[in-house]
């Protein structure tokens, strides 16, 4: 309803001004010369169009350039969060522990290899996904344990979810086609109505600063056009902080767990088992009864051994 509202009103105002200004010609005297006196030259018409096309082009690219920075913030605020993520989990037991920093090194190779490509749609890399799920499932076991590390890794892990999301949402145009497109007609409007409004006794300057002119404006379209985009264009955003990071815990991890593997390849796909499997040697946890399956297997006269086999397929004998 605006829309034709407006496209009426401008109608109107246009048909009700040429028809204002044949009847003013028709009853107003004219001067010796035949005119009225009172022309408007065509540098008077060609003026308002030109500040119409400057003020598009300056909000434009505001708006670009505001979208592009917060790209850039939320692709830096999350690798540093993941990176938080794993210096807290460093506060927590085992096997949480060593769950939660393999999977923060899994979550930043994912992010690079396969939610990166896609990310100029707005979805999500369910191969990332994946790890961001790891993170909650060993929160919870936390919860259940009451350990003081709990809050912190929910904190963080929020923190890394949000900046997540908005490198997600700034990956997307932030300016509508029908903008960019009507800034396009007005700049084209503009330089057409320069080349009309030239001087009959024009020289190579006007030429030459009306071509300047035209190469500023299609500038302008271009840089506007590659900074919408801000992962994909000339001049984006690497996935260089999330690199960095990656690199970084990866070594934290070989030597805060030497000789462990992790649970992924170098892509960030799992290969193998939910958590990471424990030790012969390791000791069962306090709340074993929660993650092991015991059968009694030979009772003998003095003492009872049960063999536990863990969900992930180690057997630790213990006696009691």
Avoid at 81 to 103: F, K, T
Wanted: proline share 6%; charged share 20%; net charge negative.
């Amino acid at each position: 309803m605006s829309t034709a509202i407006t496209i009426a009103l401008i109608a109107v105002a246009l048909f009700g001004g040429l028809l204002a200004n044949q009847f003013r010609r028709r009853h107003q005297p004219r001067g010796p010369s035949g005119d009225d006196g009172e022309e408007v030259s065509v540098a008077d018409l060609v003026s308002p169009l030109e500040t119409l096309a400057v003020l598009l082009v300056a909000f434009v690219i505001v708006v670009a350039a505001d979208s592009y920075g917060e790209a850039g913030s939320a692709v830096s605020a999350e690798a540093h969060r993941v990176d938080q993520l794993y210096e807290v989990a460093d506060y927590a037991p085992e096997p949480q522990r060593e769950g939660l920093q393999a999977a923060a090194v899994c979550y930043s190779r994912a992010i690079m290899t396969y939610e990166w490509p896609v990310m100029e749609a707005g979805t999500r890399a369910p191969e990332a996904s994946v790890w961001s799920t790891d993170f909650r499932r060993y929160f919870k076991e936390l919860a259940h344990k009451n350990d003081s590390s709990f809050a912190l890794l929910v904190e963080a892990d929020d923190q890394r979810s949000a900046a997540r999301q908005t490198r997600l949402s700034a990956a997307s145009p932030a300016i509508p086609a029908v903008v960019y497109w009507f800034m396009v007609a007005s700049l084209a409007a503009s330089i057409g109505a320069f080349a009309f409004g030239l001087p009959l006794r024009r020289g190579p300057a006007h030429f030459v600063l009306l071509f300047v002119l035209a190469g500023l404006f299609t500038g302008a379209l271009l840089l506007i056009e590659d900074i919408d985009r801000p992962f994909s264009g000339t001049i984006r955003i690497t996935s260089a902080a999330m690199a960095d990071t990656a690199q970084d815990i990866t070594e934290d991890f070989s030597v805060d767990h030497p000789g462990r593997a992790l649970p992924c390849d170098t892509h960030g796909i799992r290969t193998r088992g939910q958590r990471p499997s424990p030790a012969r040697t390791q000791p069962l946890p306090a709340h074993a009864h929660q993650v092991v399956r015991c059968v009694l297997l030979r009772p003998t006269r003095r003492e009872l051994t049960t063999e536990c086999m863990h969900d992930w397929g180690k057997p630790v004998g213990i006696r009691r």
